[in-house]
């Protein structure tokens, strides 16, 4: 059984930085993709950043250069530093792992998802 489950959200600054925190277990495809999706309410869910089993890393641009994504497989854990936060990036944040995936944007590629940890930056 695949779980996910996402920690380290809370409330900034703008200009701020948190670091989120994906603990995952029951994943047994050596081939895959993680990634870290957002979503604020009447919106889609949106994928920010993706890390490929080869550790090639994808994002789009309104957070290139300031959120990073990693992976600890030792430790099986995902993680998004975000850096230069913006009341924009207020949002809850899920992590997400799908084995088959075309498009890493598309919440419908991913398989497995966390419950999400809340990110609020005030201005």
């Known amino acids: 059984q695949v779980q996910l489950a996402e920690s380290g959200g809370g409330s900034v600054q703008a200009g701020g930085s948190l670091r989120l925190s994906c603990v995952f277990s029951?994943?047994?495809?050596?081939?895959?993709?993680m990634a870290w999706f957002r979503q604020t309410p009447g919106k889609e869910r949106e994928g920010i950043a993706a890390?490929?089993?080869?550790?090639?890393?994808h994002y789009i641009d309104s957070v290139k250069g300031r959120f990073t994504i990693s992976k600890d497989n030792a430790e099986n854990t995902l993680f998004l530093q975000m850096n230069s936060l913006k009341p924009e990036d207020s949002a809850m944040y899920y992590c997400?792992?799908?084995?088959?995936?075309?498009?890493?944007?598309?919440?419908?590629?991913?398989?497995?998802w966390g419950q999400g940890t809340q990110v609020t930056v005030s201005s």
């Open positions: 029951g994943i047994t495809y050596r081939r895959g993709c």
């Open positions: 890390i490929d089993s080869d550790g090639s890393t």
């Open positions: 997400a792992a799908g084995r088959y995936v075309a498009d890493r944007t598309l919440p419908q590629e991913f398989e497995f």
